[in-house]
């Protein structure tokens, strides 16, 4: 393994920490209780990040929360932004995630038909 590897390997897990500690614009919360684990929360998990990563957007917080009782709509994300209601999305797969990420995180959009309640 060489010097550049190393560093290659740095950057990216600086990279997931900040997703998950950093202080950003947006902070996403995903429901991954024992339901929306069941409903597919790895998934849409997973594909958060991945679109995030993608995009190379260092403004946005992911972390994870447990059972909130909205188990007929999961899997859920919550979003906040300072100085906005707090939306959440339900009925989520990994398709509807990344458009949440090109529409509301990036163009600033949310996207309506997804929302099951907003705060």
Do not use: W
């Amino acid at each position: 393994m060489k010097l550049e590897d190393l560093k290659k390997i740095r950057e990216k897990m600086e990279k997931s920490t900040n997703l998950r500690e950093g202080k950003g614009r947006i902070k996403a919360v995903v429901g991954m209780g024992t339901c929306g684990i069941a409903a597919g929360a790895r998934d849409v998990l997973s594909a958060l990040m991945d679109e995030i990563s993608k995009r190379n957007l260092s403004d946005i917080v992911v972390t994870q929360s447990g059972c909130r009782g909205l188990c007929d709509v999961e899997p859920i994300i919550d979003v906040y932004e300072e100085g906005k209601q707090m939306v959440t999305y339900g009925n989520l797969t990994p398709e509807k995630t990344r458009r949440i990420v090109a529409e509301h995180f990036v163009n600033g959009s949310t996207v309506t038909e997804l929302v099951i309640s907003s705060k």
